[in-house]
């Protein structure tokens, strides 16, 4: 599944294209996603400037003229910006925006566990953003809001850094990733954190991240950004799908378990 630096990096591809265009008509073939698109959306979308394009944990938030469209990517789903004459569609391209001046951004998702809901007043407000926690990359994430998050808790730390409710986006890979930077073991329980554990943490997540976006996001099957080139941080990689393998640290053997159903990478010797 994209996480939240594929999101972001197709956010930063789509955005310079989309924002101050028209949207003349949505094609719908195949409005099945996660939660059906309704076949009145081609209709409401109709005619609607893009005012803005923004991201809510791994959500894009499309602002329109009375409204906006939140949209995920699911599993494997992604966005192409094609110029007529258009690559003939296949069985899993489910919908094209037609945009002003020609241009036409389409969704593929073999999946489809993506979804594109219209949506009216606050979206904040919506069940699926309401109860998000702080992003990442903002004020509202430091070590003392995990610290307070961890606090008395015996769940895995790992596990914990996946809580939406606690901190938004940040998937299997870079937990794995983030807790290796840090020298953290990923089954540790969260209570068990110093405020000083914390603190390095969020530090850790910050800069893998950032450095994530810049590279374009990770490759790992499915994604490709909104031009069709893949991210490649996945060859910064560390820990993650490298069982067995000397750590880049230390030298020590990284190993790998299911923690909740999810693989997890860590270091045996350098993450305590």
């Not at 803005?52 to 990517?73: E, V």
């Not at 919908?95 to 594109?116: I, M, N, S």
């Not at 430091?142 to 998050?149: C, E, K, N, V």
Request: some cysteine; charged content about 25%; overall charge positive.
């Amino acid at each position: 599944m994209p996480e939240l630096p594929e999101v972001e990096t197709t956010l930063r591809g789509l955005a310079p294209h989309l924002v101050g265009r028209r949207i003349h008509d949505m094609v719908l073939r195949n409005g099945r996603l996660r939660w059906p698109i309704p076949d009145e959306l081609p209709e409401r979308l109709r005619d609607r400037r893009i005012g803005s394009l923004q991201r809510r944990a791994k959500y894009l938030l499309l602002q329109l003229d009375g409204g906006h469209l939140l949209l995920h990517l699911g599993m494997s789903g992604r966005f192409m910006l094609l110029e007529p004459p258009a690559v003939a569609p296949t069985a899993h391209d489910h919908y094209d925006l037609l945009l002003e001046g020609g241009a036409l951004l389409r969704y593929r998702d073999p999946r489809r566990f993506g979804c594109c809901l219209w949506l009216e007043g606050d979206p904040l407000t919506h069940p699926l953003l309401s109860r998000l926690g702080p992003e990442p990359l903002g004020e509202a994430f430091d070590g003392g809001h995990l610290h307070r998050s961890a606090r008395g808790r015996t769940v895995a730390i790992k596990s914990l850094l996946m809580q939406s409710e606690v901190v938004v986006g940040i998937g299997n890979i870079y937990a794995n990733e983030a807790l290796h930077r840090a020298g953290i073991d990923p089954r540790r329980p969260a209570g068990t954190l110093s405020h000083a554990d914390c603190e390095r943490l969020v530090g850790q997540i910050r800069r893998l991240l950032e450095q994530a976006i810049t590279q374009g996001g990770t490759t790992l099957r499915d994604f490709l950004n909104s031009d069709g080139q893949a991210g490649y941080f996945g060859f910064a990689l560390d820990v993650y799908g490298r069982t067995g393998q000397p750590c880049p640290r230390c030298g020590g053997q990284v190993a790998s378990i299911r923690l909740n159903q999810r693989s997890t990478f860590f270091c045996q010797e350098c993450q305590q």
